[in-house]
């Protein structure tokens, strides 16, 4: 079985368009959403959680269930729910950006990943900050002296590649998914073309097409990992060819 995911938000639309949207490109992972109030107003409502959560636990099956939120409130929802459901040691709260987390989240279940990876993947998803950092955080999820840890890196720890696109439809929405949800979990600071390489929309805004070139650049211990994984999923024509 693979880690279930919940999404958990003020409005029910919004939560039903994330797990749309994160579908798409985990199609064998159980996403439930949990948005807006049992009358439909916006807001959080406390059951409605509560039966996310369970069955997200039974379709995990032991598995593990990671849960993103929107606003503050839902975190708190969210974390009494966990303290009321059958099996909260199997469920894990990611700190990320609801869409571009479930996302990330999304991939790595996709892959196989365990609970602690696929909330590691979640977290890692990061906007950029003041520094110019661009938030992508390691294998342990982000925190907010990331950037700094990695700064220390020796500069040798550089790796770039330019890659030629061979599938039909370029960069959309699957390929950006699955380079940001794969970068997310590594120790590196990527850059596609520019753009941070940890973010799905970003990515999905550089509308590259077949025959166009992907520039990676990355910086930090996983910097070569980084380069290797883009140029395998290029070479692939991310499973579309």
């Known amino acids: 079985m693979t880690v279930a995911l919940v999404v958990v938000s003020h ?26 109030t049992e009358d439909g107003r916006i807001g959080t409502s406390f059951e409605l959680v509560l039966a996310a959560f369970e069955s997200a636990l039974d379709s995990a099956a032991g598995a593990g269930v990671v849960v993103l939120t929107d606003l503050g409130s839902a975190v708190m929802t969210a974390e009494a729910a ?3 459901c059958s ?7 990611a700190d990320a950006p609801l869409v571009e987390g479930l996302v990330a989240a999304g991939v790595a279940a996709q892959g196989g990943a365990d609970a602690a990876a696929v909330k590691a ?30 700064s220390a890196a020796p500069a040798a720890q550089r790796e770039s ?25 590594l120790d590196a600071e990527v850059t596609v073309n520019g753009v941070d ?23 930090g211990k996983d910097a ?13 024509g991310f499973g579309e060819k």
């Open 161 to 185: 590649g330019e890659f030629v696109l061979v599938n039909a439809a370029g960069i959309h929405a699957r390929p950006a998914a699955r380079i940001a949800g794969g970068l997310a979990g």
């Open 82 to 84: 966990v303290e009321f």
């Open 11 to 36: 409005s029910a639309r919004i939560a039903e368009g994330a797990v749309e949207l994160a579908g798409q490109m985990a199609p064998d992972v159980q996403i439930f959403a949990a948005g807006g």
């Open 224 to 236: 070569a990992k980084a380069v290797a994984y883009v140029r395998r999923l290029v070479e692939e």
């Open 121 to 150: 993947a979640a977290s890692a998803v990061r906007f950029g900050d003041a520094g110019g950092s661009t938030g992508v955080g390691g294998p342990d999820g982000a925190t907010s002296d990331g950037g700094a840890q990695r």
């Open 87 to 93: 099996a909260p040691q199997d469920v894990l709260l």
């Open 197 to 219: 390489g940890t973010s799905v929309m970003e990515l999905m805004a550089l509308a590259v097409g077949q025959g166009g070139t992907l520039t990676v650049e990355a910086r």
